[in-house]
């Protein structure tokens, strides 16, 4: 009976656990308005540290995080990312780059014919960048702060390496801003789960899947408001003339692809 208790106990700590790291994820919000409050270096060095324990590419860790906290490094980072105001409200600006320098170092130290510059490795890099930035993102949740992603990052590269001095074989990949919540932003409408899981085999969508996939989204209140204030008829014609057209893709795709040679990568 004593055995039978001890893991009936054990059991419900383990899925109390597992549960509550599901509900940080599922009540994430992108926040954009922060108090100004400073975070505690211990506690930021225990979030960076748990982006630290997220899997990588053959335990290289080709990446490295950027911690910015000093108001003029953040001004001069703000028109990278278009002036939003939270890179300058923020009390952190997290900035995580891909990063074969220092693996290249290490092995050039120890004799090794490194080959790291390529396309090869930047993908295995900007892949170990992006899991160490969800792992942050989950751990700052966690403890009561609220966090924004930008996109931005990659469009204006070579603004980020200048003001950051990333060496040849880092590339900015993405930037989180991170500070105690000073708004109860809204939750952001996400495709369900039916739109994104294939079983098996990618199953192609027919216009009722599509149709049923963009529902919630193109009815969301927020949505209808882009859509007039854009004045559009619908949101795929936000998304796709608007907020992501094909000019601006193109021409932000040269400029990452310049940053990427000036970096050694390409």
Known sequence: MLLQWFIASWLQRKYKKMNSVIETINAHKSVRRYKKQ?????????????????SNTGNMQLYSIIATTDDGVKEQLAPAHFNQPMIT????????CADVNRFTKWCEMRNADAGFYNAESLISA???????????CIA??????????????T???????DVLKLPKGVVPVTTVTVGYPDED????????????????????????????AFEAMENDPNNEKFIRENNKQNLAQVFAEVRYSKANNEFFSKEFLDALR?????
Do not use: W
Not at 89 to 95: D, E, H, I, Q
Not at 143 to 148: A, D, M, R, T
Not at 188 to 211: F, G, M, N, Q, V
């Open 38 to 54: 400073a975070i505690d270096k211990a506690l930021l060095n225990e979030i960076i540290n748990a982006g630290m324990r997220a």
């Open 89 to 96: 409200s923020a009390p952190v600006v997290l900035t995580f």
């Open 126 to 136: 900007f892949v170990d960048a992006s899991l160490a930035a969800q792992n942050v």
């Open 140 to 153: 700052a949740e966690a403890n009561g702060l609220g966090i924004c992603y930008l996109g931005t990052t």
């Open 155 to 161: 469009y204006n590269a070579k603004q980020i390496v």
């Open 185 to 212: 932003a809204p939750m952001s409408s996400r495709l369900p789960l039916t739109a994104i899981l294939h079983e098996e085999t990618y199953h192609d969508y027919s216009e009722k899947d599509i149709c049923s």
């Open 262 to 266: 000036g970096q050694g990568m390409l």
